[in-house]
């Protein structure tokens, strides 16, 4: 990818309600996507990645994420939140090797 | 495990002053990364180390920053005459062989600069 964007800045949402997430990135070759996620006062972390092969990947703590070709298109979703999932996540691909290019981030509350 | 650290947590200095940030890898990650983070910015890649040299220093904004990296494990930002600007979080991250392994982030460095 040589760019990455997420639509969303700032979501809000209550327990139980569904999440999705949107990213967009820009063709370079070889797709590799990833969502990292920092929770409050802690360090960033890796929750899925998408190299090839099943466009539906499933991640940590029940977050799964769609690659769709056509789209250029890699977003976020889970089911139902939790207040734990208050954070922000952030979306990025990989340019080159080695090189990681990061969204802006989205900050997600969840509203207990 | 320890994980990724950093110091200082925290550096305020006035404008036109020297800093120094230093990161201590993950024990064998031989890949590390420094990444910017601006209010309302995303991460700005700065620069990358594999091993002890930088293949690609061409996320540094100015020749005032600099970095280096000694034994394949601490690595050091410099950033020479500190400006308003440069107040962020200072990232650093290492992974044990990019991309199959993840990147493992520090806690960051906050840079005030008054």
């Known amino acids: 990818a040589q760019s990455v964007s997420q639509h969303n800045h700032h979501v809000i949402l209550s327990e139980a309600a569904s999440l999705e997430l949107g990213c967009n990135y820009s063709?370079?070759?070889?797709?590799?996507l990833f969502w990292y996620v920092q929770y409050p006062g802690q360090h960033l972390q890796l929750l899925l990645k998408?190299?090839?092969?099943?466009?539906l990947v499933k991640g940590i703590k029940g977050f799964e994420a769609e690659f769709i070709k056509s789209k250029f298109s890699f977003n976020l979703r889970k089911p139902s939140v939790q207040w734990s999932d208050t954070a922000e996540y952030f979306c990025?691909?990989?340019?080159?090797?080695?090189?990681?290019?990061f969204g802006t981030g989205t900050r997600l509350k969840v509203l207990a | 495990g320890a994980g990724v650290s950093q110091s200082p947590s925290n550096k305020v200095t006035e404008k036109g002053k020297d800093v120094e940030l230093r990161c201590d890898p993950i024990?064998?990650?031989?890949?590390l990364y420094w990444y910017r983070q601006s209010l309302g910015q995303g991460l700005e890649f700065l620069i990358y180390?594999?091993?002890?040299?930088?293949?690609?220093k061409s996320g540094l904004p100015s020749d005032r920053f600099s970095a280096e990296r000694t034994g394949g494990s601490v690595s050091t930002l410099t950033i020479q005459r500190t400006q308003q600007e440069d107040s962020a979080v200072y990232l650093c991250?290492?992974?044990?062989?990019?991309?199959?392994?993840?990147?493992?982030f520090g806690n960051g460095t906050r840079l005030t600069v008054t």
């Open positions: 991250a290492s992974s044990l062989r990019p991309p199959n392994s993840p990147l493992h």
């Open positions: 063709y370079g070759g070889t797709v590799n």
């Open positions: 998408y190299f090839s092969g099943d466009p």
């Open positions: 990025a691909g990989l340019s080159g090797t080695y090189k990681y290019i």
């Open positions: 024990s064998g990650h031989t890949a």
């Open positions: 180390f594999q091993g002890n040299s930088a293949p690609d």
